[in-house]
């Protein structure tokens, strides 16, 4: 596939990814999301707009994010040279914000008062929260019950930046949930309300939305390697639970054939259902979630099965519709981690490289152990950390039974 016009033809008019993607939407929504497509379109490609978006990553996000050398890691478990895309150090500490301040700045365009949206491991919720109060707009962000006591650090930056954060408590009480709660506000308050989702998922614009925001992370990362190497990484990889992170960091890799792609899941505690969130390398089949249509977690009789994974922002039972795409093309190689696995490479790069890596960042640096003897001396390899794990610390602690209060 030719990739040099990648992003004019995908998603097409209809938002669709080949055979995923789409908008099915309740029929009072319908011209909310037209709205959205055509501000977006209109708005976003206008010279004012991203002059102001490159001024707010430049002189607030604190973009570029760097390129750096895990020197010692490499030496501990690899063949090849490690290196990490340190989307931890983006203001707000996650990826999260490249997307958020760029719908922030698109609902001051359409004039809207509101934003709001669902989260998992609350690092959308905190980049939201962050955008609504640099733009002076009211935010509300939905949460699940279980997300909330995994990720309070994270629930209590929320509020102290003026989001309204709401407990979700139907259904197992995580993000599915939550984008349930989301899309029903959303619904009610359409008029003066963007619902920010926090993934590259759901009905189109969103995806498409989503993925253009965070394509800086590729874009940094392809001229960041080049300029300390004077080549290409000869693999890139990264976590996957909706896909932002992940498709941002592909994106300007897209035409390299030689550049090997991983997207690392949710491996959980086992391969039963309701043991893990491996909706591309394990069980996902092709339906309709959240208003897209992409593969996820479902029984036979197409009812959704819940998704579990220790890091809160992996355990969505769906992907979104490009990465669905990417599966059924063979561009990106879907692969899983455990729980177990996730929490002994946080702590690997903690104690190694002095960095703390967020659990979802800590899938992709877990699956190096897999990787590393298919690599060669000489070989490269980029991780993008997602996030810090910060938020992720106490929990950590918990699991391995050590008391830090």
């Known amino acids: 596939m030719d990739f040099k016009r990648y992003l004019k033809e995908y998603p097409n008019k209809e938002g669709r990814f080949g055979k995923f993607g789409g908008a099915y939407l309740p029929e009072e929504l319908v011209p909310a999301f037209a709205e959205i497509n055509e501000a977006y379109l209109t708005i976003c490609h206008s010279s004012q707009f991203i002059n102001e978006l490159r001024r707010i990553r430049r002189e607030f996000q604190g973009r570029p994010t760097p390129v750096y050398h895990c020197e010692r890691l490499s030496r501990k478990i690899g063949n090849c040279q490690i290196y990490l895309k340190r989307e931890d150090l983006n203001h707000s500490g996650a990826h999260k914000l490249n997307h958020c301040m760029g719908e922030g700045l698109l609902a001051k365009f359409m004039g809207k008062k509101r934003i709001i949206a669902e989260t998992g491991a609350g690092?959308?919720?905190v980049a939201l929260a962050t955008a609504a109060a640099f733009f002076g707009l009211d935010c509300t962000i939905y949460m699940g019950e279980v997300d909330i006591k995994k990720q309070a650090p994270n629930v209590a930056r929320m509020k102290v930046l003026g989001a309204k954060v709401v407990p979700v408590s139907r259904g197992a009480k995580t993000l599915k949930e939550?984008?349930?709660?989301?899309?029903?506000?959303?619904?009610?308050?359409?008029?003066?309300?963007?619902?920010?989702?926090?993934?590259a998922l759901g009905p189109h614009p969103f995806p498409m939305m989503v993925r253009d925001f965070q394509t800086v992370v590729g874009i940094e990362a392809r001229e960041q390697f080049s300029e300390m190497t004077g080549f290409l990484p000869d693999v890139v990889t990264a976590c996957l639970g909706g896909g932002s992170n992940a498709i941002g960091t592909f994106y300007d890799f897209h035409n390299d054939a030689e550049v090997k792609k991983f997207c690392v899941e949710g491996g959980g505690r086992g391969d039963a259902d309701g043991d893990n969130a491996k909706t591309l390398s394990g069980a996902g089949t092709p339906g309709i979630l959240h208003g897209a249509y992409s593969y996820l977690l479902q029984d036979q009789?197409?009812?959704?099965?819940?998704?579990?994974?220790?890091?809160?922002?992996?355990d969505y039972p769906g992907v979104g519709p490009e990465h669905s795409y990417f599966k059924d093309q063979?561009?990106?190689?879907?692969?899983?981690?455990?729980?177990?696995?996730?929490?002994?490479?946080?702590?690997?790069?903690?104690?190694?490289?002095?960095?703390?890596?967020?659990?979802?960042?800590?899938h992709a640096?877990?699956?190096l152990?897999?990787?590393?003897?298919?690599?060669?001396?000489?070989?490269?390899?980029?991780v993008c950390l997602s996030g810090r794990g910060d938020k992720d610390v106490q929990m950590v602690a918990k699991e391995l039974g050590e008391d830090i209060a």
């Open 365 to 367: 640096l877990a699956y």
């Open 123 to 125: 690092q959308h919720g």
């Open 369 to 382: 152990e897999k990787l590393m003897p298919e690599t060669k001396a000489g070989e490269n390899v980029v």
């Open 301 to 314: 009789d197409g009812q959704v099965v819940e998704a579990y994974s220790i890091s809160a922002g992996l």
């Open 330 to 362: 063979g561009i990106v190689t879907y692969v899983s981690v455990t729980d177990k696995e996730a929490l002994a490479a946080f702590q690997r790069l903690s104690r190694i490289e002095g960095i703390i890596p967020a659990l979802e960042s800590s």
């Open 178 to 199: 939550a984008v349930d709660a989301a899309f029903e506000d959303y619904l009610a308050n359409y008029k003066e309300t963007i619902y920010c989702i926090g993934s």
